[in-house]
């Protein structure tokens, strides 16, 4: 099975310049690919434009580009070590969305020609008309149907491939009353995803159990820690008897006695390779972690597999007296369309280098003065849980419960009653820039 995922602006643009005439119209894509247990996916990180010489033909029902061009094409794919994926309208309102005899000719010949010259990495063809989309890829000597496209932007939508049906979804009663909030397809959205929650601690556990709540289906749980007794007043579903189990086994219990949803607990580090895979096969992750290298790690699979991430923080800061001088809760939502969290300098390659240090190491240099020891942070069951509820409506701005146009980072403090709503810029100099879209799984 195979997706096409696009960001939510490119994509915009690419409608924009393809719908411009009302001849057929084109261009070709530049696109990196990977693979998970059960899907395909081609990522389209670029457009390279025609010119008025592109095309040995074009009018109202067929296109077909010149050799020189796609000789052009193919050149900016080898350079970049990128997939190519040809793209033509069907712009008149009686033409189907599918391929034509005339299109089926073209594909065969620019797959015969681009597989010789583009050895081991998977081809694309895509049809737009204004009832849809269709696509195929040449992968391995074979053709297939694109199932699925993606769009990934301030919100989240997919649409299956010409051909392929869209599973009949029968909403539970149990969720009545919030359908009445959020409306039936937002509902059938958050049931059909796989959510990532990564660190089930005073954040992620209230992620993971509002989440199963609202009945989302699939769940990966990923915490490499036990439960220790400081824990037990801000972990849900934890008891005194649960201390020294992984965290994620436990929760993972506490879900199953409220919830049908598919639990996948995963006692172990983010920062291990193994968890590659299982994170990309999410529709979105949660970043509830306690430290900068592991958000780091889930900004830069966020930014190369287009998948949206929300990361979760809050933090009390003390007096000298030990009174409190700030509570703060802090969420941000980074999406191939949003500023990454380098930009907005939540990650610090300074203390993200200073977590690599051994113990011996951090308590030498805190001895010379140049590390400050963090220790056991403190905490409350209260600010937590606040924090988790604001990640979660990110989720639901996700789905498009609140619009489309949302600010992606929300922070309030409590003590002083300061509030901040607002849409970080992206930094042009920022490596997203030029990560965005490079997986590192090739097909």
Not at 22 to 34: I, K
Not at 263 to 271: C, R, S
Not at 299 to 306: A, G, L, P, Q, T
Not at 356 to 377: H, M, R
């Amino acid at each position: 099975m195979w997706t096409v995922v696009f960001t939510g602006k490119f994509y915009k643009s690419l409608e924009k310049f393809l719908f411009n005439t009302s001849y057929e119209n084109g261009c070709f894509l530049l696109a990196n690919s990977y693979k998970t247990k059960n899907n395909f996916a081609l990522l389209i990180t670029d457009v390279i434009e025609p010119t008025k010489n592109s095309w040995n033909y074009c009018n109202e029902h067929s296109l077909e580009p010149s050799s020189s061009f796609v000789n052009q094409c193919v050149m900016a794919a080898d350079a970049a070590e990128s997939s190519l994926v040809f793209v033509h309208t069907h712009p008149n309102p009686l033409h189907p969305p599918t391929f034509s005899w005339i299109d089926k000719e073209t594909n065969n010949k620019i797959f015969a020609n681009l597989s010789s010259i583009l050895p081991d990495r998977p081809l694309g063809s895509l049809v737009f008309s204004k009832k849809g989309m269709c696509g195929i890829v040449f992968d391995k000597k074979r053709l297939e149907n694109i199932s699925k496209i993606k769009i990934v932007g301030n919100t989240l939508s997919e649409f299956p491939g010409i051909g392929f049906k869209q599973k009949s979804h029968k909403i539970r009663k149990k969720f009545d009353r919030q359908v009445r909030a959020i409306g039936e397809q937002s509902q059938i959205k958050l049931e059909n995803m796989t959510a990532a929650v990564v660190g089930i601690g005073g954040t992620g556990s209230p992620v993971a159990v509002q989440l199963a709540r609202m009945g989302i289906k699939n769940l990966q749980l990923i915490d490499k820690d036990k439960i220790d007794e400081t824990n037990l007043p801000r972990i849900y579903g934890s008891k005194d008897a649960d201390i020294g189990k992984p965290k994620v086994k436990v929760l993972k219990k506490h879900i199953e006695s409220f919830s049908k949803s598919k639990i996948n607990a995963i006692y172990g580090d983010v920062t291990d390779k193994k968890m590659l895979e299982s994170l990309i096969a999410s529709d979105v992750i949660f970043a509830c972690v306690d430290n900068l290298t592991s958000r780091a790690i889930l900004n830069e699979i966020s930014n190369k597999y287009y998948i949206p991430l929300i990361d979760v923080g809050c933090r009390i800061y003390l007096n000298e007296d030990k009174s409190i001088s700030q509570a703060i809760a802090k969420v941000q939502t980074v999406t191939p369309d949003s500023a990454c969290l380098w930009c907005t300098g939540t990650l610090d390659g300074k203390t993200i280098l200073e977590e690599s240090y051994s113990k011996e190491e951090k308590k030498k240099l805190a001895k010379e003065g140049y590390y400050d020891e963090i220790g056991k942070q403190p905490s409350v069951i209260s600010l937590t849980t606040m924090a988790a509820s604001m990640a979660v409506n990110k989720l639901l701005s996700l789905v498009g419960v609140f619009g489309d146009e949302y600010n992606s980072r929300t922070q309030i403090e409590l003590k002083n009653g300061f509030f901040l709503d607002d849409e970080p810029k992206i930094k042009t100099n920022c490596i997203c820039q030029k990560n965005r879209g490079k997986v590192n799984l090739k097909n």
